[in-house]
């Protein structure tokens, strides 16, 4: 079992829907992040929160849109995808400061399709 | 910008061999880190390495890292079936006071029982 909770596992959306996912971790980490890890790639930075504020944003596209309502709780809140979004949605935490610091600690994802 | 490299891509070896994975990186780095990743699961932290360190141990791993080829190797002894997974390295980038961790492109690793 991880430390770090990711709901949910599977989710299946048309172009046109509005999803979220959500990740959970109680721990007392302070930063979070959002990886997007397509098959046989290694995982790719989306977003990094820092003590509840947004920090780094890789350039994601709009239609990803980040969250952080506690010290606990990250959501990635999703609108009109595309097919080429289809992937595994990896979040992670760490104590406190964010990059290579410190170990990651990662949820086993939400692995995402869209129609 | 993809900041690791592993060697080799894949690897299978008989369970009880030793498996070494290499990773090269571009630029000067804080730290390295090694996550194993088993097949449709997240990715679990294995061991932290940091800059003015050459070699870590952690149970049946091995790692070491020498900045001046800006390279790390991980070893697993006696390896089990369970053992089976992509193995990826990780740095932060030391310029700028990166935030960053880029992750290699992996190795994937079976132990055949």
């Known amino acids: 079992d991880t430390e770090v909770t990711q709901t949910p596992k599977h989710l299946v959306m048309g172009m046109t829907n509005k999803k979220s996912l959500k990740c959970e971790q109680h721990?007392?980490?302070?930063?979070m992040y959002w990886y997007k890890q397509k098959a046989k790639k290694p995982p790719e930075l989306m977003f990094v929160?820092?003590?509840?504020?947004?920090?780094i944003n890789e350039s994601v596209p709009s239609r990803f849109s980040p969250e952080c309502p506690n010290s606990s709780l990250l959501n990635l809140h999703l609108h009109a995808l595309q097919p080429e979004d289809s992937a595994l949605y990896l979040c992670?935490?760490?104590?406190?400061?964010?990059?290579?610091?410190?170990?990651?600690?990662f949820g086993d994802g939400t692995r995402l399709s869209i129609l | 910008s993809q900041q690791g490299e592993e060697d080799p891509q894949a690897l299978s070896i008989q369970e009880g061999e030793n498996a070494t994975m290499n990773c090269s990186y571009k630029?000067?780095?804080?730290?390295l880190q090694w996550y194993r990743q088993n097949s449709g699961r997240g990715l679990v932290h294995l061991i932290l390495?940091?800059?003015?360190?050459r070699e870590k141990h952690s149970g049946r791993l091995r790692v070491t890292l020498d900045t001046s080829k800006k390279s790390s190797s991980l070893l697993i002894t006696a390896s089990r079936a369970a053992d089976t997974a992509s193995y990826f390295c990780?740095?932060?980038?030391?310029?700028?006071?990166?935030?960053?961790?880029?992750f290699g492109k992996g190795t994937k690793l079976t132990v055949n029982p």
């Open positions: 992670a935490s760490s104590q406190d400061s964010p990059g290579g610091y410190q170990p990651q600690h």
């Open positions: 721990m007392g980490h302070r930063a």
């Open positions: 929160y820092s003590y509840e504020k947004l920090s």
């Open positions: 630029t000067s780095i804080n730290n």
């Open positions: 390495i940091r800059s003015n360190e």
């Open positions: 990780a740095t932060d980038n030391s310029q700028g006071g990166s935030e960053k961790l880029v």
